[in-house]
């Protein structure tokens, strides 16, 4: 999900196949003046996510999400989460059975 908030992370993520998530930091803010009426009070979550690049470098990247888009990308990383430990189950099994 974040990936289409930001297309540059969907870039590199993609092209490298092996960035990893290193660290993260979240801050909660609420607009308290807007030029537009329906921003206002309303809480965003600022979220940096430190990259681990092949090269070993980090890259950070910012993103600002709405509590619809956080909910959203939280259901997103549970439903990763519970694949990866699906797959990672199915691997055992199949590991158990050749012996």
Do not use: C, W
């Amino acid at each position: 999900f974040f990936l289409a908030l930001n297309p540059s992370a969907h870039r590199h993520v993609v092209m490298s196949g092996f960035t990893t998530l290193q660290d993260f930091d979240y801050s909660v803010n609420v607009s308290v003046s807007s030029d537009r009426v329906g921003s206002m009070r309303t809480p965003h979550v600022l979220l940096k996510l430190s990259l681990s690049q092949p090269d070993g470098s980090v890259k950070d990247e910012v993103l600002e999400l709405s509590k619809p888009e956080l909910e959203r990308l939280l259901a997103e990383m549970n439903e990763i989460e519970a694949r990866t430990i699906e797959l990672g189950a199915k691997g055992t099994e199949k590991g158990e059975s050749g012996k």
